[in-house]
C-alpha cells in the first residue's frame, strides 16, 4: 500500500524565519510530487510541485526531492503570518491519482 | 481563465437518500479525479477520469460512482448514504495524464 507521511504538527515558527516542511513516501515507483496548502475550510491550493531529484525554486518557496532517500520537502523563507496553514505533500505514480500525506500544520507568529 | 467549479457548495442529505454531485473542470483539461476528505482520514481518492473512461479507482464501496461526459464535465454519485459520508468532497482536474491538478472549492455534504 502506497503511504505517505508527514509529521502532523504543529510547527511553529517566527515571522521571518525559514519553515521546513518534510515528507517521505514509500512508493518508489513514485513519479511526481506536489505541496499543497490548505486554509481552514477551504480546498487545497498547488504552491509548488517537482518531478526530478533536486531543488526547485519559485519565489519564497523550494522544493527538494531526494528519491533515494524517498523524501520530499517544502522550505518556506521569510515565513508571513499569513502562510499559516495546513500543507499537504501529495505524491503520483502513473496516472493522476494523488496519494496525501496528513498534512503538516504550520503556525507562524507574529 | 476560470478555475475547477463544484456545485453545489452544500448539501444536507438524509440516511439512506442519494446524491449527485457536480465537476465543471478547467477549459481544456481532460482529468478529473474526486477525492473526500474528513478529519479523521485525511484527503482520500474516489477515482479518475480521463476522456470519459475510468482509469483508477480508490478503495471505496460500490455506492460510490461517477462518469464523465464528453466535454469534460464529471459527476459523482453516492446512493444509499451513510453518516460517515459526511465529508467534503473534491474535484481536481488536470490537464493530462501526470501532471498538476488543480481543486475545485469542493462539496460539502452532511448525512444527518
Known amino acids: 500500500q502506497k503511504e505517505v507521511e508527514q509529521n502532523s504538527g504543529p510547527l511553529s515558527v517566527p515571522e521571518g524565519a525559514i519553515a521546513s516542511l518534510n515528507c517521505t513516501y514509500s512508493d518508489r515507483g513514485s513519479q511526481s510530487f506536489f505541496w499543497y496548502r490548505q486554509y481552514s475550510g477551504k480546498s487545497p491550493e498547488l504552491i509548488m510541485f517537482?518531478?526530478?531529484?533536486g531543488d526547485k525554486e519559485d519565489g519564497r518557496f523550494t522544493a527538494q526531492l531526494n528519491k533515494a532517500s524517498q523524501y520530499v520537502s517544502l522550505l518556506i523563507r521569510d515565513s508571513q503570518p499569513s502562510d499559516s496553514a495546513t500543507y499537504l505533500c501529495a505524491v503520483t505514480g502513473a496516472g493522476n491519482m494523488l496519494t496525501f500525506g496528513g498534512g503538516t500544520r504550520l503556525m507562524v507568529k507574529p | 481563465k476560470a478555475g475547477v467549479t463544484q456545485t453545489p457548495r452544500y448539501l444536507i442529505k438524509t440516511r439512506g437518500q442519494q446524491v449527485t454531485l457536480s465537476c465543471s473542470p478547467i477549459s481544456g483539461h481532460r482529468s478529473v479525479s474526486w477525492y473526500q476528505q474528513t478529519p479523521g482520514q485525511g484527503l482520500q481518492f474516489l477515482f479518475e477520469?480521463?476522456?470519459?473512461?475510468?482509469?483508477n479507482k480508490g478503495n471505496f464501496p460500490g455506492r460510490f460512482s461517477g462518469r464523465q461526459f464528453s466535454n469534460s464535465r464529471s459527476e459523482m454519485n453516492v446512493s444509499t448514504l451513510e453518516l460517515g459520508d459526511s465529508a467534503l468532497y473534491l474535484c481536481a482536474s488536470s490537464l493530462a495524464m501526470n501532471t498538476e491538478a488543480f481543486f475545485g472549492q469542493g462539496t460539502r455534504l452532511t448525512v444527518v
Open positions: 517537482i518531478y526530478s531529484n
Open positions: 477520469y480521463f476522456s470519459e473512461t475510468q482509469r
